[in-house]
């Protein structure tokens, strides 16, 4: 070992003891012939100190150290004068005997302090530098750290880690499969897995009982700020369950994290809520409910007053912003334009003040008293201070807009802290959703999601009002604003997945080239199952504060889907096309 | 849930319990007008009973189920006349009160038994139904097992476990990439990592300090038996290291192991040889040291005796065979043709056998005299009523041939147990080896890895003779016959890696090309660091006593590298070909 002590660790009762770190030279400095020197490790950082009676070798060799070289350092530990309450390490330093440089460094092209100078592109391309940063030091030990706890909790609840393959074929997610050609077998290709959710099923039918795994998965998508091709997940199944073991199992495993990881306690049970409800009250089948602000129908109040934005539309909602009725002219039109961005895509935005005086101003005085005006301020709860806003339109689309708006407010107020966790269980989602594109149903889900049992009569019914009415015994679990994870009980027997295909138009045929084995495994006695999935890096991201899941990553993708720091994807040499049976069409030129 | 107990719980204590169990019928028999049910789940076997006077409807429907039928039993928890003390639940049964059938089941293709009827290619089809028999779910949990204690055992030493990407571009290590082609790049790849070494080298240069990860890593290789497209590792990489710690280190963690997992105690510390002695002494890098049967150069006593084979070659080893004066011509004849098969590729065999009643005979006594086969049999210490096996040609070959031919003695003399375990580290591997193809020294490991301090006057001479004699801080861990893992202490200054580039001729452009980022990582300040590899698939095989690693491995692919459950590889569409840019070519007839 080049160190017996970490650069974390030591302390008062350590003075007098001769020892050896190793590290980065995080700075240095000289101060009246003394020579101070920060040294750092993942552990921490230690002063040394170069007095300026040391020998002249040494003093020289403290001052040639430039910053991030590594460092063998001796020295006795001895406590400091000038003591520093804020570092573990603070009250000792090492009085110097020997430096022995392992290795120079140029100047590194970014600092690395808590808060760096560098760019986005110039840090990902040097990742291992970034990564000596202390944010990105923590978020990997968090998210080691719940890695081991998720381990220990799901094994200690008889939860087998059974790893599934890699090279498979295409997964019924629908999204668009990464794909590897086979050489062995010209002309044909792998798929990555985009979930192993049919092998996790057929671990069930193999009678693993309870299977978990924190593995990658695969998604070609088009990527947003907070996607990755590839991203983790906490993927579980259980034989013999009904929705409730399912959400008692897993609620146990978050409620785990927030103890071990975080030291908080989360509610006991958590609040469950339905899918209707949360898109009702919260726009969103993601609800931040860490504030209220919810979200309130006053369609009745609001139609029949000769405002055609409002009666030629079946639904009008509003929420209550706490203590914004001052906010100026400027500040609601900005609301307004807010609101009226392609991505909310409101057509405009109507707002009630609730002066402190008692007064009610609204931006549709022409059309509502005071009175009609206090109606829907009551309807909404809002009091005096308070500001109103209201959208109307489609039902869903408007409530999901107000939604939106609603997260921007909360965002705008401060209510939206990253160190409250306000979890809760979606529930009863629709299990069909209608495809106007095609014209015809989709699985919300996918289609081995089971529909809650008392919803039977109408799964069976030919009616689409009955088909819109079936819920899937699927749940998500949210987490201020976040869907962290979801799964659902599935379907284990073949009448109800045979049903299943025939509402959203797989024929036999089709349904055997997608999901053969499996349905072919379910007439071998599969027995009842369920199981969910986590995203972990979202999971480490809410944990650590952040909004960025590419922190908790170790050598994350950008929005390209490159990694800049390998020069991945790249060219590969004809040999290899080659001996794949492949060739690159030309591009053809945009225009031509 | 559906149970409230497993098939693997009840005990003489629970005698009066009204219970609810769950899982697969294994087998139903009628005795008597009663019925005796075997129940299966993970966990175990209970004995259901219907009584011959339980009413009519519960006689019918034990009677209809058949094998592998999912069911739910109630019923009261009684004592055994007929107890099975082979059984952990034999003490008890379950007169039942009723049978819920959850799912049908076809008759399974093989019998879901300790052994099966199936053949390989049927029970991979249907892997979910093997996965049910008794030794494959014990595999699955020996792996679960072994994984969770790797983790314990890391974690608690400090070790983060970071995962790294698996879409990266191609790595050093010469086998051959599965690629991945990037839709958003169109003409550029990804490659699947075969090991994370220049990433977990990265994580090295960033600070992490001790890095591991249980990682599937990928080879597109002709398939040999034990070898998989997709396979896992156990990944690891510590900084301010010398080889000396990383020895202590993963013995520590293989202790541990063999303590936890098999309740064995394995020598403390491990057995250490070096790669010379082992190719001299045991014809291999991997020696079994589960018994003896050493080689022994006998090189000047066998020459010069005017028997040309000995006479013309630089090098004659033999080994004895202890007892097996007395196998028969035909078995020696037999082990001649097998030392000839050209997988050993030996010339003949030469053999004394050692009379118990003190006779010598050989079959060279037209050249060599009595005493001058004792001298010989003097020489490999061989006793009355052995067997002398001697193997001449190149010194290095025929050592290998020998080391083949002890492998294939240790096996007909039942010497290997697979419940006997003889760990031991191999060390001081040639840095370098002679490419005679290319004309060229190549890395026997790969370029980063470090020579022996004390061999640097070699590394830096420009004799080929001293090339050959540098040491590489390179190390195998070695179990029975096969190598468990290997790695080394990485170069981590720019003038050693320089020259190691400058030995096996890779230029400072195609160094970048290859190696850039981590070339570059290393001017800003690389900690000495170093590490290692586990095969995980193979510690689990031999852990649990087996000689196929597919046994581990819930879905494993054939030797085609096809996974024949999920009928991987396949076509793609032409518009996911399209969308990639690719284009297959047509695979030209053989002959034309």
């Not at 220990?152 to 890699?166: A, W």
């Not at 149903?441 to 529909?451: E, I």
Request: include cysteine; proline fraction near 5%; hydrophobic fraction near 35%.
């Amino acid at each position: 070992m080049y160190r017996d002590h970490t650069c974390g660790e030591l302390r008062i009762s350590d003075v007098g003891k001769k020892v050896t770190l190793a590290g980065w030279v995080q700075r240095s400095r000289k101060l009246g012939g003394m020579t101070f020197i920060d040294l750092r490790d993942r552990y921490g950082i230690t002063q040394l100190v170069v007095e300026a009676d040391a020998p002249k070798a040494l003093v020289d060799a403290a001052n040639e150290l430039g910053r991030e070289f590594v460092i063998q350092a001796v020295g006795e530990v001895v406590e400091r004068s000038n003591k520093n309450a804020k570092m573990p390490t603070g009250d000792v330093e090492i009085k110097l005997q020997s430096i022995n440089v392992l290795n120079a460094s140029l100047t590194p092209p970014f600092t690395i302090e808590e808060n760096t100078d560098g760019g986005e592109d110039l840090r990902a391309k040097f990742r291992y530098l970034d990564l000596r940063r202390d944010p990105l030091q923590k978020a990997l030990q968090l998210r080691h750290n719940i890695c081991q706890e998720v381990r220990k909790y799901l094994s200690d609840n008889n939860f087998l880690e059974i790893e599934t393959p890699f090279l498979i074929n295409s997964t019924p997610e629908g999204a668009r499969d990464f794909v590897v050609p086979s050489r062995m077998n010209p002309g044909t290709f792998y798929a990555l897995p985009q979930s192993p959710q049919t092998l996790k099923q057929s671990l069930m039918v193999a009678g693993m009982d309870r299977y978990f795994q924190i593995v990658k998965c695969f998604r070609d998508e088009d990527l947003r700020a907070d996607r990755q091709p590839e991203f983790t997940q906490i993927d579980c199944e259980m034989s013999f369950v009904e929705q409730e073991d399912v959400l008692n199992m897993f609620e146990g495993m978050m409620r785990h994290l927030f103890k071990e990881i975080l030291n908080v306690d989360v509610a006991n049970p958590l609040p469950r809520m339905t899918w209707s409800d949360a898109m009702d009250k919260y726009g969103s089948d993601k609800p931040d409910i860490r504030f209220g602000m919810l979200i309130h129908e006053i369609t009745p109040l609001a139609q029949g007053h000769g405002f055609g934005v409002f009666d030629n539309v079946p639904y009008v909602g509003a929420i209550a912003v706490g203590g914004a009725a001052d906010w100026s002219r400027k500040q609601t039109d900005e609301l307004t334009d807010w609101v009226k961005r392609p991505q909310v895509g409101a057509k405009g935005l109507v707002y009630i003040k609730m002066g402190e005086d008692g007064s009610i101003k609204s931006s549709v005085d022409k059309f509502f008293s005071p009175g009609d005006l206090q109606k829907i301020a009551d309807a909404t709860s809002a009091v005096k201070g308070d500001l109103i806003l209201m959208l109307s339109g489609e039902k869903r689309q408007t409530q999901v807009q107000l939604g939106q708006l609603r997260i921007e407010l909360g965002n705008r107020c401060g209510l939206r802290k990253t160190d409250v966790f306000a979890p809760l269980w979606l529930t009863d989602f629709p299990l069909f959703e209608w495809n106007d594109e095609e014209n015809k149903w989709d699985a919300m889900h996918h289609p081995f999601t089971a529909p809650k049992p008392e919803h039977l009569q109408y799964y069976y019914s030919d009616k689409p009002e009955d088909i819109l009415k079936v819920c899937a015994n699927a749940y998500d679990f949210v987490l201020n604003g976040n869907e962290l994870g979801g799964g659902s009980i599935r379907i284990h027997d073949p009448k109800t997945q045979e049903r299943m295909f025939q509402i959203i138009g797989i024929g036999p045929e089709e349904a055997q080239r997608k999901f053969g084995f499996l349905i072919n495994s379910f007439k071998y006695g599969a027995p009842p199952h369920g199981g969910l999935a986590f995203g972990l890096d979202r999971i480490c991201s809410l944990f650590g504060g952040s909004d960025s899941i590419r922190d908790y990553i170790a050598f994350p993708k950008n929005n390209q889907g490159k990694d800049v720091m390998l020069g991945a994807p790249s060219i590969i040499d004809q040999k290899q096309l080659d001996e794949l049976c492949l060739e690159l069409r030309k591009q053809e030129q945009e225009g031509e």
